[in-house]
């Protein structure tokens, strides 16, 4: 059963932007906190951004900061990863994900999404 849908990926230059998003399937996000991952081949999945839905507050991968920026709607029914000055390494599939602690650790997260393609090209 999809909880969590994503969409907004896609292909852009080097440089370019991108903002994906995240609902959930049913009326609300299943937890508080609902993060972004990403899996390049070959690669683990890794932690980008996490959002607490309830307070706000926003974290970052520390490589990512000031490049990428969580947000979500006033509805609290979209979370937002807007992703500016792309580079061929942040080509991946992004994952949407809602769990009860707000962090990057990819363990504490039980809903997923599908994910969405980013392709960055030089």
């Known amino acids: 059963q999809v909880q969590l849908v994503e969409s907004g990926g896609g292909s852009v230059q080097v440089g370019g932007s991108l903002r994906l998003s995240c609902v959930p399937a049913?009326?609300?996000?299943?937890?508080?906190?609902v993060a972004w991952f990403r899996q390049a081949p070959g690669k683990e999945r890794e932690g980008v951004a996490v959002?607490?839905?309830?307070?706000?507050?926003?974290w970052y991968a520390d490589p990512l900061q000031g490049r990428f920026t969580i947000s979500q709607d006033n509805a609290k029914t979209t979370v937002y990863l807007q992703m500016n000055s792309l580079k061929p390494e942040d080509t991946a599939i992004y994952y949407c994900?809602?769990?009860?602690?707000?962090?990057?650790?990819?363990?504490?997260?039980?809903?997923w999404g599908q994910g969405t393609q980013v392709t960055v090209s030089s």
């Open positions: 959002i607490s839905t309830t307070g706000g507050g926003s």
């Open positions: 994900a809602a769990g009860s602690r707000c962090n990057l650790d990819r363990r504490t997260f039980y809903v």
């Open positions: 049913l009326d609300r996000f299943p937890n508080r906190c």
